[in-house]
């Protein structure tokens, strides 16, 4: 297969089969395990001696990933090709800070997405909430930046539609129905309902029936086609549905609508050269969207904001703990 480069014009897409990557199943199998150490949740193969819950750098400079050519891919979303184009703007500006080709990964699913950093074909990416802490543990994902506003502040939040000529107007009216959730990984689309509907009276897969759709989007349409009674969702996801006329939100309405849970962590490999991860942030923190397609796409968006993954995913982490997830690989769907 031959890869356009990103510094030639062309719009570069490289397509992932997951037929060419070791199952993610076989992790501990195909890696030897560190020689023992502080690891919290972590999968074997890494060590957190500073206990901040993410892969460290090895200790072994030979072992230090310092590629010619960065391999970015954003999170599974339903037309790869149009956000290859919305994030080719920032490309050329991670390519110019770093000097290197940067060619964009069109990932398939959470779980090839995880695969793709744990085996070396991944260096820069940005997981969805839900998944972010099964690519920290599984993968070595080092989450260290979000989008948000230029006063810091970032997240979205759940919220709960259905169609307007549904009869459902409060949380009890979903007993009986059937309610899309998006996959079991999702923290807005199932984790987050599932922890938190119960307090107020509606146990997800017993009160109403749970069917998944794939996707937000799939969900969304599905609540504007009534082929679901309802559907929790991100307000990201919708709110960019919206402003390209994908649905009509007259058409529906919101019913219910959680507190803030951050959004899209942006991660890089825990094994890239220290030189390489500071030119890799540098190129993010100095990133200006206001121009440019993908802050067209990021509405309200401004920059890169800091962040890091004990503190601002220990809300994630408390509901994926109340719901009984384990970071395994058989769990990452």
């Not at 990964?105 to 990416?125: K, T």
């Not at 689309?189 to 009160?207: C, K, S, T």
């Not at 058409?251 to 991860?277: C, G, Q, W």
Request: glycine content about 6%.
């Amino acid at each position: 297969m031959i890869y356009p480069s990103a510094r030639s014009g062309t719009r570069s897409l490289v397509p992932l089969a997951l037929s060419t990557l070791l199952p993610l199943a076989m992790l501990a199998s195909q890696a030897q395990a560190q020689e023992e150490c502080e690891r919290g949740a972590l999968a074997e193969i890494y060590c957190d001696e500073n206990g901040d819950m993410v892969a460290d750098r090895p200790s072994d400079e030979s072992e230090w990933a310092n590629p010619d050519t960065l391999i970015f891919a954003y999170t599974p979303v339903e037309d790869p090709a149009i956000y290859s184009d919305i994030w080719q703007p920032f490309i050329d500006h991670l390519e110019e800070v770093t000097e290197r080709d940067v060619r964009f990964f069109a990932v398939q699913s959470n779980s090839a997405q995880v695969e793709a950093m744990r085996s070396g074909r991944l260096h820069i990416a940005g997981f969805s909430t839900g998944p972010t802490p099964f690519a920290v543990n599984l993968a070595g994902a080092v989450p260290f930046a979000l989008m948000g506003s230029d006063d810091g502040r970032f997240g979205y939040t759940l919220q709960l539609y259905t169609h307007v000529d549904s009869g459902i107007d409060e949380m009890e009216d979903l007993k009986g129905k059937r309610v899309a959730h998006t996959s079991p990984t999702s923290n807005s689309g199932n984790q987050a309902p599932r922890a938190l509907f119960p307090e107020m009276g509606i146990v997800p897969g017993e009160d109403y029936e749970v069917v998944y759709s794939g996707s937000h989007d799939q969900s969304m349409l599905g609540v504007v086609a009534q082929d679901y009674d309802a559907a929790p969702v991100a307000s990201e996801v919708v709110e960019r549905m919206a402003a390209r006329g994908l649905y009509d939100p007259e058409d529906v309405k919101i019913i219910y609508e959680s507190d803030s849970f951050p959004t899209t962590s942006y991660n890089y490999a825990h094994n890239l050269h220290p030189d390489l991860v500071e030119k890799i942030e540098e190129a993010f923190f100095s990133f200006e969207f206001a121009g440019t397609e993908l802050g067209e796409e990021f509405e309200g968006v401004e920059k890169f904001v800091p962040i890091n993954y004990k503190d601002n995913w220990k809300v994630i982490r408390t509901i994926q703990n109340a719901n009984g997830v384990e970071y395994t690989p058989d769990n990452l769907q």
